[in-house]
Every structure is written in structure tokens, then in C-alpha cells.
């Protein structure tokens, strides 16, 4: 559970956020099959941006953390 109460956390959110920047980076820079990668970085982009943790219910945690206000 420690990596969910870490996701949960703002630096969690933080790192969802820049991990979707870059795959969205390096895919549109390297275009062509690797647009693919760029798509699928939308996904901790948008799940750091609502501030929700998608691995969460895995661990029978909530998807948003209680103390979360967005």
C-alpha cells in the first residue's frame, strides 16, 4: 500500500503529471508509431491533472483520496 499512499500524495500527483508530459513529448518528437506513446501518456496526465490514482482500487483503496479537494 506504501505506493499507493505515495500516488495519493502531491508529489505522487506531481510525478503523474510529468511522466505524462514526457511520454506525450517523446512521442509527438519521434512521431510515427510512437504516436501511440503519446496517446497512452494522456492517461497519468489526465489521472494527475483530476488528481485521481488508477492503480487505487487494485489495492481496494478509494480513487480519490478522502483529503482531495479538486
Known sequence: MPVVRFM??????LARVVAGLVMVGVGVWLGGP?????????VPLAAG???????????????????SAA
Open 49 to 67: 491533472a483530476l488528481n485521481v490514482c488508477l492503480i487505487a482500487p487494485l489495492f481496494k483503496a478509494p480513487l480519490r483520496h478522502k483529503g
Open 34 to 42: 510512437f504516436w501511440a506513446l503519446a496517446a497512452v501518456g494522456l
Open 8 to 13: 495519493e500524495s502531491t508529489a505522487g500527483r
